[in-house]
């Protein structure tokens, strides 16, 4: 069978990476550059080392910071209005998933017609035909892998919904991660899990391949091993650059794998508490993962080895049960709650969630054993209670 594989067309990572930006921006014939970032990150100079360098090279730039955690459809749309009115030649986007989803999104949109609504995976009616200003992602989380998809996430009223098309790749990816020590516990916690998630997510997905198995496993070691104390001493070097090549390759990974129960679970969360995506992936890691357990023991064997641990004396069965424990355990361990009453969500919230996680179908799909609504309602249940259950 062959496989599809789809990278960005550049990517620099390593520490000091940011050092490229000028000699990448240079090729492209560019004068006037929207930089897209959000305040706090404006606020803290962090936006000054894309700025100063380019405006000292001779570019015109502009800062644009009207980007919050998990954007609204508004804010897109505000967005994309300006950059259709104001004639920029290239966007960069620098911050988190939020600030870099809207800077492809802007890249693409502002020439094309019609609101970014209409855009949406979901329920839009248009389609995405031309690839849009040249764009540079730069993260300053390692968490979302944004600079290496070809997705931007929108919150909805009740739910998530994306934009998604290969234009919306970015040109150039620079992920540095000298840019992320200034990321606080709760926010290197919640990031990292997400990273996680979308690792462990790609190595059970139906549409996993030998490539994107490779990139998961990896990203699986790197952060299992670093998160921890990325989240205690945020001036660890090592555990700051082990953490942005686990979220890169995860990015990768689940680029071309998907992701599936967690994320499907995750987006109502988001999208009806305004809980930080890595915590809703957080909350529900452990809980799909124990459910589906019997539908993917030997990949979850791998991954209780990718942990670090070491299945050798265990049946394949019982090192998938304790896989299931120990991603609960590093849940707990960076500090996130591990049930949903932990984020005061009452247990009459678990309809709604389970209704609008059901219209998750390109995410469902993915997952190797499938999830009907009663699995689903059953699963945020077990959040709710902090139990894992199985499927029976
Ligand atoms: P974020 O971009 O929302 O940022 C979270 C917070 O961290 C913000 O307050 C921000 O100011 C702060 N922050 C960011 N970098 C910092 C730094 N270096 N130092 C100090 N503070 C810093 O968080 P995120 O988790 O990276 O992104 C979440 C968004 O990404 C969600 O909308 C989610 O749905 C989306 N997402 C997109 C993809 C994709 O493939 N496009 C994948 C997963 C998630």
Same mark, same amino acid.
């Given at each position: 069978m062959?496989?599809?594989?789809?990278f960005?067309?550049?990517?620099?990572?390593?520490?000091?990476?940011?050092?490229?930006?000028?000699?990448?921006v240079a090729?492209?014939?560019?004068k006037?550059?929207?930089?897209?970032?959000d305040?706090?990150?404006?606020?803290?100079?962090?936006?000054?080392?894309?700025?100063?360098?380019?405006e000292?090279?001779?570019?015109?730039?502009?800062?644009?910071?009207?980007?919050?955690?998990?954007?609204?459809?508004?804010?897109?749309?505000?967005?994309?209005?300006?950059?259709?009115?104001?004639?920029?030649?290239?966007?960069?986007?620098?911050?988190?998933?939020?600030?870099?989803?809207?800077?492809k999104?802007?890249?693409?949109l502002?020439?094309?017609?019609?609101?970014v609504?209409?855009?949406?995976?979901?329920t839009?009616?248009?389609?995405?035909s031309?690839?849009?200003?040249?764009?540079?992602?730069?993260?300053?989380?390692?968490?979302?892998?944004?600079?290496?998809?070809?997705?931007?996430?929108?919150?909805l009223?009740?739910?998530?919904?994306?934009?998604?098309?290969?234009?919306?790749?970015a040109?150039?990816?620079?992920?540095?991660?000298?840019?992320?020590v200034?990321?606080p516990?709760?926010?290197t916690?919640?990031?990292?899990?997400?990273?996680?998630t979308?690792?462990?997510?790609?190595?059970?997905?139906?549409?996993?391949?030998?490539?994107?198995?490779?990139?998961?496993?990896?990203?699986?070691r790197?952060?299992?091993?670093?998160?921890?104390?990325?989240?205690?001493n945020?001036?660890?070097?090592?555990?700051?650059i082990?953490?942005?090549?686990?979220?890169?390759?995860?990015?990768l990974?689940?680029?071309?794998?998907?992701?599936?129960?967690?994320?499907a679970?995750?987006y109502?969360?988001?999208?009806q508490?305004?809980? %930080?995506? #890595?915590? !809703?992936?957080?909350? *529900?890691?452990?809980?799909?993962?124990? $459910?589906?357990?019997?539908?993917?023991e +030997? @990949?979850?064997?791998?991954?209780?080895? %990718?942990? #670090?641990? !070491?299945?050798?004396n *265990?049946?394949?069965?019982?090192?998938? $049960?304790?896989?299931?424990?120990?991603? +609960? @355990?590093?849940?707990?361990d960076?500090?996130?709650?591990?049930?949903?009453?932990?984020?005061?969500?009452?247990?009459?919230?678990?309809?709604?969630?389970?209704?609008?996680?059901?219209?998750?179908k390109?995410?469902l799909?993915?997952?190797?054993?499938?999830?009907?609504?009663?699995?689903?309602?059953?699963?945020y249940k077990?959040?709710?209670?902090?139990?894992?259950?199985?499927?029976?």
């Amino acid at each position: 069978m062959s496989e599809k594989i789809t990278f960005a067309p550049i990517s620099y990572t390593g520490w000091g990476s940011l050092s490229h930006l000028l000699d990448e921006v240079a090729r492209f014939d560019a004068k006037k550059i929207l930089v897209i970032t959000d305040p706090f990150l404006k606020d803290i100079g962090l936006t000054n080392k894309i700025v100063d360098p380019l405006e000292s090279a001779g570019y015109q730039t502009e800062i644009y910071t009207d980007v919050v955690p998990e954007p609204p459809l508004a804010i897109g749309e505000k967005l994309v209005a300006y950059t259709r009115d104001n004639q920029f030649d290239m966007v960069i986007g620098l911050g988190g998933g939020s600030a870099l989803d809207l800077t492809k999104l802007a890249a693409v949109l502002a020439v094309h017609e019609g609101k970014v609504e209409e855009y949406l995976n979901l329920t839009g009616t248009k389609q995405i035909s031309k690839k849009g200003l040249p764009k540079i992602l730069i993260p300053t989380t390692s968490g979302t892998g944004s600079e290496v998809t070809n997705i931007s996430v929108l919150s909805l009223e009740t739910t998530k919904d994306v934009v998604t098309h290969d234009y919306l790749l970015a040109d150039v990816a620079i992920v540095d991660p000298a840019l992320t020590v200034s990321l606080p516990p709760k926010v290197t916690a919640a990031t990292g899990i997400d990273a996680l998630t979308h690792a462990v997510e790609s190595y059970i997905s139906k549409n996993a391949s030998t490539v994107t198995d490779a990139l998961a496993l990896q990203a699986i070691r790197l952060i299992s091993n670093a998160i921890r104390t990325a989240v205690s001493n945020g001036e660890d070097k090592q555990a700051r650059i082990d953490m942005s090549y686990g979220s890169y390759l995860a990015g990768l990974a689940f680029f071309n794998a998907g992701v599936a129960g967690v994320h499907a679970l995750a987006y109502p969360i988001g999208g009806q508490f305004h809980i %930080a995506h #890595g915590d !809703s992936n957080a909350v *529900l890691l452990p809980y799909v993962m124990g $459910y589906i357990r019997q539908s993917c023991e +030997k @990949r979850m064997k791998d991954i209780y080895d %990718a942990m #670090g641990f !070491s299945s050798t004396n *265990l049946s394949q069965e019982e090192a998938s $049960y304790r896989c299931v424990a120990e991603l +609960k @355990r590093l849940v707990e361990d960076v500090n996130i709650p591990s049930s949903l009453k932990g984020f005061n969500i009452t247990e009459d919230a678990l309809e709604s969630l389970t209704k609008d996680a059901v219209e998750q179908k390109r995410l469902l799909a993915r997952s190797p054993m499938p999830l009907l609504k009663e699995d689903i309602y059953a699963i945020y249940k077990a959040s709710f209670d902090g139990k894992i259950v199985e499927k029976q």
